[in-house]
């Protein structure tokens, strides 16, 4: 009898299966996620979501806006530059490095946002310029996909 329950259980299994990514513990959301959904500038599946805020931030003399960045990124590919922005969000000690979202006012094509790995500390709020190198289309897996993101910024007066 157990082995005519077991033999039942298997097969019924068997039969509803719908296949690869069907089951009770798997969600629609994450097979129909757009992967060229563009999001302040950078493509992220994951849940981070940010804000625009009302700031207006005027660049140093050897900076770049935002929108300056977004809209010729290919051309600041592997370069080191210079950013000043306002600090709206603040990631301590992810991956062994902070993180930093910042915004100057700026935006280009819905992108206002810049994302900046760093090993300052910085405040929500706070007014700092970067420099640091740009890389483009950064994947650090787990969903975590950047189109623009500065490299290993640095604190600059």
């Known amino acids: 009898m157990k082995r005519l329950i077991i033999s039942l259980t298997i097969l019924l299994a068997f039969t509803s299966c719908k296949g690869p990514g069907s089951g009770p513990l798997v969600k629609e959301s994450f097979a129909?996620?757009?992967?060229?959904?563009n999001m302040a500038g950078q493509n992220h599946k994951g849940q981070v979501i940010t804000e625009?805020?009302?700031?207006?931030?005027?660049?140093?003399?050897?900076?770049?806006?935002?929108?300056?960045?977004?809209?010729?990124?290919?051309?600041?590919?592997?370069?080191v530059i210079k950013i000043k922005g306002k600090v709206t969000k603040f990631n301590p000690a992810i991956m062994g490095k902070n993180w930093v979202h910042i915004q100057d006012g700026t935006e280009f094509e819905g992108g206002f946002d810049l994302t900046i790995t760093t090993d300052k500390q910085a405040s929500v709020g706070e007014t700092i310029t970067?420099?640091?190198?740009?890389?483009?289309?950064?994947?650090?897996?787990?969903?975590?996909?950047?189109?623009?993101?500065?490299?290993d910024g640095k604190s600059v007066l």
């Open 32 to 37: 129909k996620a757009d992967p060229n959904q």
């Open 52 to 79: 625009k805020i009302d700031v207006v931030v005027e660049p140093c003399g050897e900076c770049i806006t935002i929108a300056k960045l977004l809209a010729g990124k290919q051309s600041y590919s592997g370069k």
């Open 130 to 151: 970067f420099e640091g190198k740009i890389v483009l289309d950064k994947d650090f897996g787990y969903g975590y996909f950047y189109n623009v993101l500065m490299e």
